[in-house]
């Protein structure tokens, strides 16, 4: 799930912490991050509804690099994932693994594009102000935006898109509906099909909880329904635990009632119940399997196998990924390195599958 409500072990610290946001950003080597707004006016949604403002914004890192016919030919798509933030992946184990001098996606040769998606970050999101009221926005209108956002700043071709959990959705979306658009593609902790089964159960849960709580005044609340949020807290936590980590890091009943006390305390004064809501429905329609053929570029898919939302066993990722050209499929064993679902933001622990990737699918000139 969402990068700032992933668990994972902060080993050097013996403390569970939480991924993305509410690990510290630590600064990257190589160009600072810019920070930018961009506006896409009269924006139609799917569900048929218009903005006449779309603000989206982004964290850039490096420098656009230009061909001889002036298009920018270095530029890498990274997606967040649900609630978090493209500068979330700004922490050690992301950023500090990928975008330093001499790492696979150094900032010195690569332009990074890191979005918040719709809903996100500092991107339009119903806590603006208009509270239910805001369109219900659902992943293809989340691509689509993602793709007006690249085209309006010159971006017209990607060396690469990946993307962590949600944003591992968006990126398989990415490589159907824009099939031309890049050259390699890396999603990491999802699956290519329609969310069902226990993936369904545990976000329907957490949507019902916010709307039938008396609280919530149908999205017009004057102050935040508590036992609503720490319902959808206590689930996504659970959603994004790692069993081997956490039964490390808190091997006593007094430890782990002690983390939990922290954790709801922490983050029932960071949620806003309308934003979480629309994040986690926002996955109604994501079903990518009808058209996996029409993914043509190289395509690398490594989930985890303490992975709660993912499970290894139910082998739809071996199934599908047969569906597609140059697609590959790989499952880090569950293990005191792997983090359940936040595996995804460890970029050292799949760092090589990165790095076959992208030799793969270099253009005839990087050779």
């Not at 690569?110 to 991107?123: M, W």
């Not at 898919?301 to 047969?322: C, Y």
Request: charged share 20%.
């Amino acid at each position: 799930m969402r990068s700032r409500l992933m668990l994972m072990a902060c080993l050097h610290t013996a403390a569970l912490c939480l991924g993305g946001a509410a690990v510290r950003a630590e600064p990257v080597p190589g160009y600072s991050p810019i920070e930018s707004d961009y506006i896409l006016h009269d924006f139609h949604f799917a569900s048929g509804d218009v903005l006449p403002e779309l603000r989206l914004h982004f964290t850039a890192l490096g420098k656009p690099r230009r061909d001889a016919h002036g298009k920018i030919i270095n530029a890498v798509l990274i997606l967040h994932g649900t609630g978090g933030s493209g500068r979330s992946l700004l922490n050690e184990h992301f950023a500090g693994v990928l975008f330093g001098r001499g790492q696979l996606l150094d900032t010195n040769k690569y332009y990074i594009i890191l979005p918040d998606g719709i809903g996100h970050g500092k991107s339009s999101k119903p806590s603006d102000g208009l509270h239910a009221r805001f369109p219900q926005y659902a992943y293809t209108d989340m691509v689509a935006a993602q793709h007006a956002l690249l085209l309006g700043i010159e971006v017209d071709h990607l060396r690469l898109v990946m993307g962590t959990s949600m944003g591992c959705m968006h990126t398989f979306m990415w490589g159907e509906t824009y099939p031309d658009f890049m050259d390699a593609l890396m999603p990491l902790a999802c699956l290519p099909v329609q969310i069902a089964g226990r993936n369904r159960l545990w976000r329907k849960l957490l949507i019902d909880a916010i709307r039938t709580d008396p609280q919530w005044q149908q999205g017009d609340y004057q102050s935040e329904p508590t036992a609503a949020l720490r319902t959808a807290a206590g689930l996504l936590m659970i959603a994004g635990s790692a069993p081997i980590q956490m039964q490390l890091t808190l091997p006593t009943r007094d430890a782990a009632d002690q983390f939990l006390e922290k954790f709801m305390q922490r983050e029932l004064d960071d949620l806003d119940a309308n934003d979480l809501l629309y994040q986690v429905n926002a996955s109604r329609d994501y079903d990518p399997s009808p058209g996996l053929e029409k993914i043509m570029a190289p395509l690398t898919q490594v989930n985890s196998g303490d992975d709660f939302i993912n499970p290894p066993e139910l082998g739809i990722a071996e199934r599908e990924i047969k569906r597609v050209k140059g697609g590959r499929f790989v499952l880090l064993p569950a293990s005191d390195q792997t983090h359940g679902h936040g595996t995804h933001t460890w970029a050292a622990l799949w760092q090589q599958h990165l790095a076959q990737l992208l030799q793969a699918s270099a253009p005839p000139e990087s050779h």
